[in-house]
């Protein structure tokens, strides 16, 4: 169900967040819709000779979860995307569950802005995205 949380409504300190395990097949997609084919991704055999040892998942998949939470629930439908920062902390690799979370920290009132703290972690609680997004709610 997608929320449509009135301007008004809005409070420092509300957050929303989802959960969703990592799998190949999300990998593999992402690669297909971006063109993004970076071996660390998509090839074992490569991947074992990086620094994770192991295929990871691309960093912009993590970042398109918090996506998901600020369209469909905080601060929801009505809501347009005016900037978004982000710091990739850690690896996801595939078969992690990942949970993303987004907290208001600042309403613009005059310009019916509000500024969110966005974030993914893991399964063991690692951050593994940490970032700011600035969002226009109509």
Known sequence: MVQDIPFADLKIGDKASMSKTV????????AGITGDYNPVHIDA?????????ERIAHGMLSAGFISAVIGTALP?????????ELTFKA??????????????????????RVIL??????QDGVLVVDGKATMLKK
């Open 45 to 53: 055999e490569y991947a074992k000779t990086t620094m994770f040892k």
């Open 91 to 112: 690896p996801v690799k595939i078969g992690d569950t990942v949970t993303a979370t987004v907290e208001v920290i600042e309403k613009i009132e005059a310009k019916k």
């Open 23 to 30: 799998s190949e097949y999300d990998v593999y997609a992402f």
């Open 117 to 122: 703290r966005t974030t993914v972690t893991n």
């Open 76 to 84: 929801g439908a009505n809501s347009i995307y005016m900037g978004q």
